[in-house]
């Protein structure tokens, strides 16, 4: 774990300048309830005790809102849309598009997943006869934004405008979290804080190229997300806008697609060093599926493989962190926090916290198995959140992950060219710092349990 003391840490972010929010996490975080960050100008104040946290994003919810850095950052591409949006909107926002995200939905959604890891087969197929060296992250960043396309448009990545977005989601990714850094430590609460011209060109085009697929949409009949968000009316008997639904169809991509795409690359990463896991999953996978195609029941039979996504969750949790802002000075566990500060809950910190975890740097699935489960700590195994605002994809995610899994798994064998040299960081989601380049090859036979 890469932790520093306090000062040391919030000098070095400044030095490197890489944007990287999680080396400004001092090693004092791994072991308090509570934390502040640094001599910012607004108070940064780090909450990780579940009791607190829960109390923070459930009944005191209204009371600490998204952080305003973090709506401003994300406005010009997400307009006020379900992830940013608070209060009576979110509250409209959420009603119409959890429709979108049942059981059934759900399972209308697995057949685009599916064909979107099979129809990648065949390149990598290619790269894995040819001995290439490919981008861990550039593939499941793929996959996941191909996944995105055909279960909310019913398009593929291939067609010219889906492409286009995926392009333009890149260079948004890239740019926006590397301005956020210097305006949380030096900024005032609320301050205007102007973005750079190119992450604002880059959201501009992604509208216009959503705007392409939705008017596309319109014109056909399917049964997909984008058709249920265009169903779906709030009490008053209203529809989203156009303008709402490219708000709430960008708020799909984004939270969508580099989130499962992140837990994927930390997967496969963290099944290459543990030949053991890798067997057991192997033998799983071949003694639910055999060879046939994974159908969507089979993917509800894989315990163990979803007990490594879990895992994997709880050592690279996607989203890093989830800053809240005080409206108004508060006390939270015997501290006052002033009105403006930041509070940063954070599951990367919490699932390594010491208070909370036997061993909480090892990969051990089996934490998850239903003889241990007991031992999770209350509250604080957050990586889709929790309360109201839980992830609305949590289902959807799972299923796809471990779909996903199972297929590259099953084979291919994936070997990273220098894992020892692997640092994470926290962009918009926790991301390698370079990216994890490997050889695939192709596997004969999968061992059978
Ligand atoms: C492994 C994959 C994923 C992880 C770890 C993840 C994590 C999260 C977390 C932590 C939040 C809450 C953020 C907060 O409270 O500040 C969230 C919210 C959200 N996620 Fe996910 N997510 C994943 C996949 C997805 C997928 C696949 C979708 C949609 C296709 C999605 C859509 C959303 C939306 C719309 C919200 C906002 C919900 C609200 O505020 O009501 N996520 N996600």
Redesign the pocket.
Known sequence: MRALPELPSLARVLWRGDGDLLSLVPAKAYRQPMCTLGQTRRSIVMVSDPVLVRRI?TEDMDRYP?SDLMQEALRPLVGDS??V?GGAT?DR??RM?NPA?SHMKLSLAFGPMRDAVQDALPALDRSAAAGEQLSLDLLTSHL?ADA?TR??FSTPLESRTAHAVFESFLTFERSVAQVRLLPMIFGKAWADTPQRPEVLAACVRIRELLGELVDAHATRNTED?AASMREARDSAGTPFSREELID?IG??FL???E??A??LTWILYLISMAPAVRDRLLAEIGRVAGDDPISFEHVREMSYVRNVFRET?RLY???TF???VALETARIGGRTVKRGALIM?S?WVMHRHMKLWKEPDAFDPDRFSPERESDLPEWGY?????????????A???T??VLMLAELLRRYDFAPLAPGAVRPVARLTTRPEAQILCRITRRREAPRA
């Open positions: 994003m998204k379900i992830f949006s979110w926002q959420r598009i995200f996941t995105i279960t909310v997300i709430q708020v799909m939270a969508g697609h989130t499962t992140s837990a969750l949790p996607p989203i989830m800053p809240r809950i599951p957050i990586p889709f959140g929790q309360g109201p605002r839980i992830c609305v994809g949590q959807f995610a799972h796809e992950a």
